[in-house]
């Protein structure tokens, strides 16, 4: 095993490498770079494109060096030496090849520098961000997971029962109702849209939680995650209750059951005597993308619905504004992050089920 663990040590090396490479040349081609972002704003470009909805992307394109305005469109009027202050401020006087083996190498002492638009360091605003992502990740992930388990073994045990029918009728229109429309239907119906007004419709606590007990606090926090976390757990924990579902049932019908059966063992003992370890193999596997979405792809759309200021929203605004720094380094975490998750499932793996040797195989 430790040689395992040492070639998968060893191959995320090359894998970190090449996520950040095809990153870091995608962006080279992205039109609207931070230089274009600043010139567009000081010539008022931006308001105009916003109010006209093209987003701005005029700015970003690059054309024939003309004398006024250089390489950059609208730079037009702008004096070049201020334009190669802006470069150089940005890293863009630099070859590219040279600006990755520097921000690798900044990257593997996780010096993430400063961002491009907010007057701070980008690890300093990543920890800001954290509180809202790890809440929505971990409940979501601790809840779907507490409910798929025991639903999925439940509809395994009744397969093709009026109760397994129904649950799946239900599991599949929760599954295909997108998040986004049902959060807002859930602003529309609770949080003061045209019905009830019973919880915040934005943030992850109240203005005086400060002030609040330590109950308080609790009952203030759950009183802002109540929403936003029944939008994700709506369609979170669908696949791991079918994939429950499928597993139990295929192991049951596995010839150790009936020769367990035969030893006169109840169905309690051979159902989490036996099946549970083999049937949650495939459940621990699916537990590393799981995880990854929980903390930052699955809660994007919510945290913009709810007006939560988490890591999702961080990556999208960022992208949007051209903040690169920000965009690699929470790249760069999560790819890390989920390197290291999908390592920790295999060790998982072998604590399950000892038959499992990954010494035996080439990777």
């Not at 009728?169 to 119906?189: C, Q, T």
């Not at 926090?221 to 791991?240: E, K, N, Q, R, V």
């Amino acid at each position: 095993m430790g040689a395992y663990i040492l070639r998968r040590l060893l191959l995320m090396i090359p894998t970190m490498v090449g996520i950040m490479a095809i990153s870091f040349a995608v962006i080279q081609f992205a039109p609207g770079g931070p230089v274009e972002q600043v010139i567009a704003d000081l010539t008022g470009q931006n308001q105009g494109d916003r109010l006209s909805g093209t987003g701005g992307d005029l700015t970003g394109q690059q054309v024939g060096g003309d004398e006024s305005g250089g390489k950059y469109r609208g730079a037009q009027g702008l004096d070049p030496e201020f334009i190669k202050k802006l470069e150089k401020q940005f890293g863009f006087d630099k070859p590219p090849l040279e600006r990755f083996g520097q921000m690798m190498w900044n990257y593997i002492r996780f010096d993430f520098g400063e961002s491009f638009f907010r007057n701070t360091s980008v690890i300093d605003l990543i920890l800001d961000k954290m509180p809202v992502s790890i809440s929505l990740g971990l409940w979501i992930m601790l809840l779907s997971y507490a409910i798929s388990i025991p639903l999925g073994i439940k509809k395994a045990i009744s397969d093709g029962s009026t109760f397994d029918v129904w649950t799946s009728g239900m599991i599949i229109i929760g599954y295909a109702v997108p998040g986004f429309l049902f959060g807002i239907l859930l602003i529309v119906l609770f949080a003061g849209g045209s019905f009830f007004d019973w919880f915040p419709l934005r943030g992850l606590v109240s203005d005086n939680f400060n002030q609040l007990s330590w109950w308080q606090k609790i009952l203030d926090y759950f009183w802002h995650m109540t929403l936003p976390l029944i939008t994700l757990l709506l369609s979170a924990f669908a696949t791991t209750t079918l994939l429950t579902k499928n597993s139990f049932i295929d192991e049951i019908k596995k010839q150790y059951v009936t020769t367990a059966r035969a030893k006169g063992l109840n169905e309690r003992q051979v159902l989490y005597g036996h099946v549970f370890r083999n049937a949650m193999l495939i459940i621990i596997a699916g537990f590393p993308s799981a995880f990854i979405s929980a903390f930052f792809t699955g809660a994007l759309l919510t945290e913009q619905i709810f007006s939560l200021d988490g890591l999702g929203r961080l990556g999208y605004q960022s992208v949007v504004g051209r903040d690169y720094p920000v965009v690699f380094a929470t790249l760069y975490i999560f790819s890390l992050m989920g390197l290291f998750v999908s390592l920790l499932s295999d060790l998982i793996y072998t604590w399950v089920d000892p038959r499992i040797d990954f010494d035996r195989r080439d990777i």
